[in-house]
């Protein structure tokens, strides 16, 4: 039974969330102490966490009676769930809310929800569970390929996105993640990010009902599903924010609410500004309610209050709901900005990772075959401290794709090289999710501390970085825009299509073949790298043919302030279905031609990379290519090894053999993607932007 986001506006579960009894025969009730399980040495906190699930288990054996089914096997999966993880759950809920009155009220109101979760998951995701719990590592091989798309921009909507099933099959994508599909008032969404109910679909996209059977077709054909999970605001149209706004005292506390600037200015003191030229600080003044509302991003989201732990309930709530949808990874959105405290500049605080880390063994428990995703565009050492099978086991890896864009830029991989020599190391049972555009701009994060270290300044370095992707720097190829422009600061971020910055939207309009032949190697290595060095290659649909940047955007009022739209163009089917029918078609003109042949290298990379089981996993190991255009590295997994080398430069390069030789462990070598044999006795040569994969024969 699917309930409405209006029925727990309370906070509770309401008792009709699961079907009545009929026979309660059936289901055999399982007795247990907790505390005379616990051994003479158990700590204080032990003694506590055990004590509070013996005063709880009552109240959850009710739940487990509610059921007409035999559900004896189930609850004994989830005591044994509950043991395995209870402690270090009650440990990072009681660091968060331990000291408030209604501690344990959330704490019983919250095991609840998970027997609820468990007793309407659909069998398929409940065997699925069981497989993932012992195969840990499933999103680490190499067959999972990724694409990112807006329903409404793909497809028009849910229905007939199940109808483009055969497309993501045809390209060889196996995850696919749904940009924001629930609901969001209409104007005021920042892209579907500001979500007004968690339990329901977008009307124009269809219904919870088609959502589930999409995600039913794809786990069918094996394609694994992405769904965001707004968790750091709500819309202000949310019934939470009316309710805030009509009053309630109760819901006045989901919120940062305050009277007067007093509070407000004591913490902008040491805050950043996220749209500075949308709006300046991080509170918005509501005339209805005659207060300031904490809010990060837009004036209509606002930030929900973590300290309150019956925002954590609910959140949690929400987030089995949508896990019991069919999902198989959850992105976690605006990770970093989840707990405030004042004195701080409220990011990356430690009991951020508390709550995510809390969010994720309520899964393990309800829902152990789903991930999180972490979304973190942060310095890179914020980033990996999200990453963990503890917290999110997939993060998105926005150094890789900043500095992937700054070698393009120099057409040398010091900076890259640097970054990734220390950097790039995750713990086991995780991963990264490499992409090279995404639905939001480009910014620029790298450490200044490396670029310090080969005698580059970082500030100048990303005035250059900027100016060069906005194709204001003489000799550019580049076609971005700017986002977020502060002239006050000089900070910007780019936005564009992954073809519109490597050049091809430049080379077209010159109609220049050998800028557009410059242009697709750009977009087959920059593609290739990123499906080679480890972790899950993620694709923003379009970028598989080539799209351009899509300047009509400034027409639509609702669009027109905010420049990521350029790389957010409609698909035009009648012309992306003539790019997957056979070579030498007739009608295609040059521009088709150069988009057919993307597309299909595109198609070729995938299914090279699905061949070769070295690019499972996260093991890559740098090696010395003796030449400051080409980055060289080697991918190794249980005795397969691929040695990868990628040439920046927009000149044919050069690199000793002897560097294959030693690292590859070979002399003969056959390269993949170019279909030849390499000679590593000999000096190997690179042509401009040319991306080699050599497998030892």
Partial sequence: MIVSNKDIASGTVPPDAVEPVKNNSTVELIQHD????????????????????????????????????????????????????????????????????????????????????????????????????????????????????????????????????????????????????????????????????????????????????????????????????????????????????????????????????????????????????????????????????????????????????????????????????????????????????????????????????????????????????????????????YIGSDECQISYNPQLMALLWESLATQKVALLNQALSHRSRLPPQTSWVNYLRCHDDIGWTFDDDDAAKLGINAYDHRQFLNQFYTGRFKGSFARGVPFQENLETGDMRISGTLASLAGLEEALELKKPDLVQLAEGRIELLQGISMSIGGIPLIYLGEEWGMLNDYDFVTNPAKADDSRWIHRPKMDWSYVNGLCEVEGASFRSGKEEVHYRIFHRTQRLIELRKSQPALAGQEMELFETLNPHVLGFVRIRQGHRLVVLGNFSDQPQRVDGNCIRSTGFGRFFQDAIADEEVNASDVVEMAPYQLRWLIRQ
């Avoid at 699925?128 to 497809?155: H, I, K, N, P, T």
């Avoid at 837009?298 to 709530?317: A, C, G, I, K, T």
């Avoid at 405290?341 to 605080?349: H, I, P, Q």
Wanted: charged residues 25%; aromatic residues 14%.
């Fill in 34 to 385: 907790f505390v005379a399980e616990l051994s003479e040495t158990a700590s204080e906190m032990e003694f506590r966490a055990a004590l509070t699930l013996n005063r709880v288990w009552p109240r959850l054996e009710k739940s487990w009676r509610s059921s007409s089914q035999d559900v004896t096997a189930l609850q004994r999966v989830f005591l044994e769930r509950l043991q395995r993880h209870w402690y270090a759950l009650f440990e990072r809920l009681y660091s968060l809310y331990g000291q408030r009155f209604d501690f344990h009220f959330h704490v019983e109101t919250m095991l609840e929800s998970i027997v609820v979760a468990m007793l309407q998951r659909d069998s398929e995701l409940v065997a699925m569970d069981q497989r993932r719990e012992v195969e840990a590592d499933w999103f680490q091989s190499e067959s999972v390929v990724g694409a990112a798309l807006y329903v409404d921009l793909f497809s028009g909507n849910l229905g007939r996105l199940r109808e483009n099933i055969s497309y993501f099959k045809q390209l060889g994508v196996t995850y696919l993640h749904l940009m924001p599909l629930f609901a969001s008032p209409d104007g005021k969404s920042d892209g579907g990010y500001a979500i007004s109910d968690y339990r329901a679909v977008d009307p124009r996209l269809g219904t919870v009902r088609e959502l589930q059977q999409l995600a039913s077709d794809l786990r069918k054909e094996g394609i694994l599903l992405v769904l965001d999970f707004v968790f750091n605001h709500t819309s202000d149209e949310h019934v939470w924010a009316k309710q805030a706004q009509s009053g309630n005292r109760e819901y006045k506390e989901f919120y940062f609410i305050f009277p007067d600037r007093t509070e407000p200015d004591q913490y902008e003191q040491h805050l950043r500004e996220i749209f500075p030229t949308v709006r300046r600080g991080n509170f918005t003044w509501h005339d209805g309610m005659g207060r300031w509302v904490w809010t990060t991003f837009n004036s209509f989201q606002w930030d929900l209050n973590y300290h309150n732990p019956s925002v954590f309930r609910s959140m949690m709530q929400e987030m089995l709901f949508i896990a019991n949808l069919g999902v198989d990874a959850l992105r976690l959105d605006a990770v970093a900005f989840i707990w405030k405290e004042k004195g701080t500049n409220c990011e990356n605080l430690p009991k951020a990772h508390t709550v995510i880390q809390a969010f994720n063994l309520f899964l393990k428990i309800a829902a152990p075959g789903l991930a999180f995703k972490s979304e973190a565009i942060v310095h890179p050492d914020e980033v990996v401290k």
